[in-house]
């Protein structure tokens, strides 16, 4: 099938594709369009990067996490994530109350909430299921780049059971759409 992958932190992809989490907060990168991060796809391969990663951004509990690239010029895709909730948090205080379901500081979310002066991020709940074999591709220079989607083409990939069971997903997305409503 024709599938994308969304590059994301390498600490964070480890975190969802463990079930620690099922949130993440997303502005968009640096050589992304005028508009920004938008979420393009339903479903994607989460693609792990090292680049930018800041242990100062991430919470304390998460740093331990971070790590350099073990395999540099090789891209390991772990998981397939699917997307189960997108909300466009276009208010501070709301996305700062986001803070406890996700990996960022509040410093962090604050920082890409105002990223080129548009005062707005997304809010992604995500289902991730493990590929089964994780995928490893060589890293090409269209890879290459701070975008957040990366087109993989045509690969087939095989993923298992999602790493938070149903009952659990449907418990964090109603938390976090309680946050939200506050």
Known sequence: MNISSLKEWDTQTQLLTQGRLSLL??????METHDGFEVEHRSFL???????QNAAELQPHCQPLLRNDPQPGTIHLPALAEVVAV???????TALRLEPLQALTAA???????????????????RVRPLTPPLALPETPEMLGCVS??????????????????????????????????
Do not use: C, D, M
Not at 25 to 30: A, S
Not at 46 to 52: A, E, G, I, N, S
Not at 87 to 93: A, D, G, M, N, V
């Open 87 to 93: 909300h466009k948090i276009e208010l501070l205080e």
């Open 46 to 52: 989460l693609y792990p990067t090292f680049l930018h």
């Open 25 to 30: 907060i997303r502005k968009g990168g640096i």
């Open 108 to 126: 962090a979310i604050e920082r890409r909430f105002h990223y080129r002066n548009r005062p707005w991020v997304h809010a992604l709940l995500l």
């Open 149 to 182: 989607w990366v087109p993989l083409g045509e690969i087939t990939v095989t993923a298992g059971k999602p790493v938070v069971s149903e009952q659990e997903l449907s418990a964090r997305q109603a938390h976090l759409e309680a946050l939200i409503q506050q």
